[in-house]
């Protein structure tokens, strides 16, 4: 069984940065992508970032430059991170986790972790 859990939102000022992680507890053999989105109040959820099984990145235009996503790899857990930097009051929303995983077949989420920008 694949679990995901986020952690490392909070409330910070614009400017400044957060670091989310997300563990996946469970084995992933194999993956397509390694994903974070984002979904502000009555908007809908948006990619924001993904990584590849080969490493390669992909960011939403809003966040190039000041976002990265990264993998963690340990022989008993995975962790996917995001580093945000510059953080702006538009990146307010709640922070999810996906892995879409081959081996396992399955696209898994997290919980979810909120992230607030405000002064």
């Known amino acids: 069984q694949v679990h995901l859990v986020e952690s490392g939102g909070g409330l910070v000022q614009p400017g400044g940065s957060l670091r989310l992680s997300c563990t996946i507890s469970g084995s992933i053999f194999s993956f397509v992508t390694m994903d974070w989105y984002r979904q502000a109040p009555g908007n809908q959820r948006e990619l924001v970032a993904s990584?590849?099984?080969?490493?390669?990145?992909?960011?939403t235009d809003s966040v190039k430059g000041r976002f990265t996503i990264s993998i963690d790899i340990d022989k008993n857990t995975d962790t996917v991170l995001l580093q945000m930097n510059s953080l702006k009051p538009e990146d307010t929303a709640v922070y999810y986790c996906?892995?879409?995983?081959?081996?396992?077949?399955?696209?898994?989420w997290g919980q979810g972790t909120q992230v607030t920008v405000s002064s």
């Open positions: 996906r892995v879409v995983s081959t081996f396992p077949w399955g696209i898994y």
């Open positions: 990584i590849t099984d080969t490493g390669n990145t992909n960011y």
